[in-house]
């Protein structure tokens, strides 16, 4: 860094980092089978409320991997994202991952989910199997403490306030694409923007736990 003439050497680390892992669905993994079951399961299921909001919304109740169904398109999707969460813990920890809970979301005209966490499990995620654009981005949100710091008013100190660097940000937005799976932590708040157009957003959203054995 160049202070007044003198040039200073000062390095820059990130010692308290969060991961967000994203991939798409194998190609050979086909949506429309998946989302048909999500609405046939919807017309026999009362919807849930717990982050969702609006009044055409659905949230189902929870539903866990059964290794005895067989041409099921939603257990198989599990038996996918899970191996996939396997795959991502096991590149630097130990213990196995457990499936503590799964359930599908839709979406419709102006829905959406307030801020929220998922207390009790290890890793979060979600799919996006319906999504058009418009249709709500996914916003991963940082500690209050840190977004008290970082308020409006100091984000206009940066010299470009549209693309903050990584350590001062403290609210990402991704946009939902058809196959895309997205993983964090569970204790980040995170919650979906409005669907501000007319075509459903569909998305199975899971939790697993990790069976550490010392």
């Not at 967000?20 to 998946?34: A, C, F, G, N």
């Not at 539903?63 to 096991?90: C, E, M, P, R, T």
């Not at 980040?188 to 459903?200: C, G, T």
Request: glycine share 6%.
């Amino acid at each position: 860094i160049n202070d007044g003439g003198r040039i200073m050497d000062v390095t820059r680390d990130y010692y308290f980092p969060k991961p967000v892992w994203r991939t798409s669905l194998l190609k050979d993994i086909e949506l429309k089978p998946i989302v048909d079951q999500i609405y046939r399961l919807e017309k026999i299921n009362k919807s849930r409320h717990r982050s969702n909001r609006g009044p055409l919304n659905f949230q189902s109740e929870d539903f866990k991997y059964d290794a005895d169904k067989k041409d099921d398109a939603l257990n198989d999707l599990l038996v996918h994202i899970g191996s996939l969460v396997y795959a991502i813990h096991q590149t630097d920890r130990r213990g196995e991952v457990i499936l503590s809970n799964a359930w599908f979301n839709i979406n419709r005209k102006d829905g959406m989910n307030i801020p929220h966490t998922h207390p009790g499990s290890m890793y979060s995620g979600v799919i996006w199997l319906k999504a058009s654009e418009g249709s709500g981005e996914f916003v991963i949100n940082e500690t209050e403490e840190r977004m008290m710091i970082q308020s409006d008013s100091f984000y206009g100190r940066l010299k470009d306030p549209t693309n903050p660097p990584p350590h001062w940000c403290c609210e990402w937005s991704f946009k939902p694409i058809e196959g895309d799976i997205l993983i964090f932590p569970s204790f980040l708040s995170h919650q979906v923007m409005p669907n501000n157009n007319e075509d459903d957003r569909i998305s199975v959203s899971f939790n697993f736990q990790v069976n550490d054995q010392w």
